[in-house]
Nanobody
Framework: QVQLVQSGGGLVQAGDSLRLSCAAS????????MGWFRQAPGKEREFVSAINWSDGSTYYGDSVKGRFTISRDAAKNTVYLQMNSLKPEDTAVYYC????????????????WGQGTQVTVSS
């Protein structure tokens, strides 16, 4: 089992920045990467970003590319999502997730999920 504990989030104004954190514990050696997804009310869960452990490659959804940055502190088993130039359409519950096998873009590849954290961006 892998446990993921998220922190960060909150209410900000458009143009502001936020950083989300996701601390992993347990059998983290079984995972191949970490991703961030988000879900707004009435919408499907959306891929935001991910990072592969093997080569450090990073991936971003089109809606956040150039504004969000994913990074990892291996010593702390923690992944961060730095969110800059936030927009009202970024408002959602954000989830981190640990990936086992499969496509990095698909939520079905992620076996363990954090508790979710609300990000609200006011205009």
């Amino acid at each position: 089992q892998v446990q993921l504990v998220q922190s960060g989030g909150g209410l900000v104004q458009a143009g502001d920045s936020l950083r989300l954190s996701c601390a992993a514990s347990g059998r983290t050696f079984s995972t191949t990467g970490m991703g961030w997804f988000r879900q707004a009310p009435g919408k499907e869960r959306e891929f935001v970003s991910a990072i592969n452990w093997s080569d450090g490659s990073t991936y971003y959804g089109d809606s956040v590319k150039g504004r969000f940055t994913i990074s990892r502190d291996a010593a702390k088993n923690t992944v961060y999502l730095q969110m800059n130039s936030l927009k009202p359409e970024d408002t959602a519950v954000y989830y981190c997730a640990a990936k086992l096998l499969g496509s990095i873009w698909s939520a079905t590849s992620y076996a363990y999920w954090g508790q979710g954290t609300q990000v609200t961006v006011s205009s």
